[in-house]
């Protein structure tokens, strides 16, 4: 696909061309991967003036975002990406892999720093989530301060910089200028800017700006940081589709590959019908969402991949609400069980006072099945973001749960996330939905081509 740059990604590709830090504040649907992309593309091929990028991200995000990012744009294919992910001889294969990005999750970082030492390879550092790295006394913050004098260029991908206050702000600029805007040390910041908010007569809990503080702080980081939000940019569609890829793990994906295997050669694709799709598509979906039930509606637990992908998602989001839509009963149980020690404020949608609560911000969670929530209800005041956990066949269904969310009354530019397995069913269902077309006639299409598949991989 051919990249047409908005005005705004043109104009943040170049801030990242042209300066040595930079905090990108986005929002989400707003592309900072390509314009990331195309900037770390241009620095290496046609400027050279960078050698080796490393992209820290979280561990779902690492495995597939930005590779299939790359995959999707004509004009990043000469760009190699190397994982670095798994156990640590398979991390060590993949650094030593020749590659112009080297992607590894968070939780690694104080073990790459070790790993290197003084020898640090990497002249361009991107952080992805980068209200992550927020935490002053967090291993990963100190690992990556420890290497920051041998960064020649870095970038910091978020966009909720601050969601618990603007004392999240140091650590992130420290990383960025070293201490240069805001003070070598939290507590000068915290005392320059800040005053005791919340306290007992021991122990303050929370600080808040000084009267002119927050204005100091946005002038002080203003040229080393690019904000945006989405509802600023009336280029920007007023509904974004992001579709955000579920990588399995060796066991996961074994498990998939058997279960599905199993299931489809039980079945003729020249025979069948509207009732055996249905079927097997729903167990298909299952499969892709974690687990299944067996004969006895028991539910038994497959893999853990989207639901990992899920609360990595939630986390990005730094507590912005959320709308979710689950397809299955034990999606939504499981959903729920991860969720419990989030501190999130999670409500299944049932009564009018759930649509009451969430339309007041009352609400950081919605869980709804989208039959439930597909028609009368009116949820444009709560939020703007919209999470498929689990997709189906219904592109009625699906418009209309959209419709929630993207309505007249809705202040703030929509974002649908679908999360989908790659190589799974779940991809075979986004395409159906995006192209509107008889979704019946492609989920029989879709069968009949992994029916096929399976046949001949069996055969073969």
Same mark, same amino acid.
Request: one cysteine or more.
């Given at each position: 696909?051919?990249?047409?740059?908005?005005?705004?990604?043109?104009?943040?590709?170049?801030?990242?061309?042209?300066?040595?830090?930079?905090?990108?504040?986005?929002?989400?649907?707003?592309?900072?991967?390509?314009?990331?992309?195309?900037?770390?593309?241009?620095?290496?091929?046609?400027?050279?003036?960078?050698?080796?990028?490393?992209?820290?991200?979280?561990?779902?995000?690492?495995?597939?975002?930005?590779?299939?990012?790359?995959?999707?744009?004509?004009?990043?294919?000469?760009?190699?990406?190397?994982?670095?992910?798994?156990?640590?001889?398979?991390?060590?294969?993949? *650094?030593?892999?020749?590659?112009?990005?080297?992607?590894?999750?968070?939780?690694?970082?104080?073990?790459?720093?070790?790993?290197?030492?003084?020898?640090?390879?990497?002249?361009?550092?991107?952080?992805?989530?980068?209200?992550?790295?927020?935490?002053?006394?967090?291993?990963?913050?100190?690992?990556?301060?420890?290497?920051?004098?041998?960064?020649?260029?870095?970038?910091?991908?978020?966009?909720?910089?601050?969601?618990?206050?603007?004392?999240?702000?140091?650590?992130?600029?420290?990383?960025?200028?070293?201490?240069?805007?805001?003070?070598?040390?939290?507590?000068?910041?915290? /005392?320059?800017?800040?005053?005791?908010?919340?306290?007992?007569?021991?122990?303050?809990?929370?600080?808040?700006?000084?009267?002119?503080?927050?204005?100091?702080?946005?002038?002080?980081?203003?040229?080393?940081?690019?904000?945006?939000?989405?509802?600023?940019? *009336?280029?920007?569609?007023?509904?974004?589709?992001?579709?955000?890829?579920?990588?399995?793990?060796?066991?996961?994906?074994?498990?998939?590959?058997?279960?599905?295997?199993?299931?489809?050669?039980?079945?003729?694709?020249?025979?069948?019908?509207?009732?055996?799709?249905?079927?097997?598509?729903?167990?298909?979906?299952?499969?892709?969402?974690?687990?299944?039930?067996?004969?006895?509606?028991?539910?038994?637990?497959?893999?853990?991949?989207?639901?990992?992908?899920?609360?990595?998602?939630?986390?990005?989001?730094?507590?912005?609400?959320?709308?979710?839509?689950?397809?299955?009963?034990?999606?939504?149980?499981?959903?729920?069980?991860?969720?419990?020690?989030?501190?999130?404020?999670?409500?299944?949608?049932?009564?009018?006072?759930?649509?009451?609560?969430?339309?007041?911000?009352?609400?950081?969670?919605?869980?709804?099945?989208?039959?439930?929530?597909?028609?009368?209800?009116?949820?444009?005041?709560?939020?703007?973001?919209?999470?498929?956990?689990?997709?189906?066949?219904?592109?009625?269904?699906?418009?209309?749960?959209?419709?929630?969310?993207?309505?007249?009354?809705?202040?703030?530019?929509?974002?649908?996330?679908?999360?989908?397995?790659?190589?799974?069913?779940?991809?075979?269902?986004?395409?159906?939905?995006?192209?509107?077309?008889?979704?019946? /006639?492609?989920?029989?299409?879709?069968?009949?081509?992994?029916?096929?598949?399976?046949?001949?991989?069996?055969?073969?």
């Amino acid at each position: 696909m051919r990249f047409k740059p908005h005005s705004y990604q043109r104009y943040c590709i170049n801030r990242v061309l042209t300066s040595p830090a930079l905090g990108l504040l986005l929002d989400m649907g707003l592309g900072k991967t390509v314009i990331t992309l195309t900037a770390v593309n241009d620095l290496k091929y046609n400027r050279f003036a960078i050698n080796k990028v490393l992209v820290i991200a979280p561990k779902k995000v690492a495995e597939g975002t930005w590779a299939n990012e790359r995959d999707k744009w004509d004009h990043l294919k000469l760009l190699r990406i190397s994982t670095v992910l798994g156990s640590q001889v398979k991390r060590i294969r993949a *650094l030593n892999t020749p590659a112009d990005i080297y992607i590894i999750n968070r939780e690694n970082i104080p073990w790459l720093v070790e790993y290197y030492r003084n020898s640090w390879p990497f002249d361009m550092v991107i952080v992805d989530e980068f209200s992550s790295f927020k935490n002053h006394k967090a291993k990963r913050f100190k690992a990556l301060s420890n290497v920051r004098p041998h960064i020649k260029r870095i970038v910091g991908l978020t966009g909720t910089p601050a969601p618990n206050g603007l004392l999240d702000l140091w650590a992130q600029v420290y990383l960025l200028d070293g201490g240069q805007r805001l003070g070598k040390h939290i507590t000068g910041f915290r /005392e320059r800017y800040f005053e005791p908010d919340q306290r007992s007569r021991d122990r303050i809990f929370s600080y808040a700006p000084k009267d002119g503080g927050e204005e100091a702080i946005q002038r002080l980081i203003g040229d080393i940081c690019v904000s945006m939000n989405a509802k600023d940019y *009336l280029e920007l569609p007023d509904i974004t589709y992001n579709t955000v890829p579920v990588i399995l793990d060796s066991k996961g994906q074994a498990a998939y590959e058997k279960l599905e295997k199993e299931m489809l050669l039980e079945v003729d694709e020249s025979t069948i019908d509207a009732g055996s799709a249905a079927v097997l598509s729903n167990k298909l979906l299952q499969l892709c969402n974690g687990a299944v039930y067996d004969e006895d509606r028991n539910i038994v637990q497959i893999h853990n991949a989207k639901l990992e992908a899920f609360m990595e998602l939630i986390e990005a989001l730094n507590r912005k609400p959320a709308l979710v839509f689950y397809n299955f009963q034990h999606d939504k149980f499981r959903i729920q069980k991860a969720l419990e020690k989030s501190g999130l404020r999670v409500r299944e949608l049932k009564t009018p006072q759930d649509q009451d609560d969430w339309n007041n911000r009352e609400i950081d969670i919605l869980l709804a099945h989208p039959a439930s929530a597909a028609y009368g209800l009116n949820l444009q005041q709560g939020g703007n973001h919209v999470i498929w956990f689990g997709l189906n066949w219904n592109l009625e269904l699906y418009q209309q749960a959209n419709k929630r969310l993207h309505r007249q009354g809705q202040t703030e530019k929509v974002i649908i996330h679908h999360l989908a397995v790659s190589g799974g069913l779940d991809e075979d269902v986004a395409v159906a939905l995006n192209d509107k077309a008889n979704t019946q /006639e492609q989920l029989m299409s879709a069968l009949k081509a992994r029916i096929e598949k399976a046949q001949d991989d069996s055969n073969s």
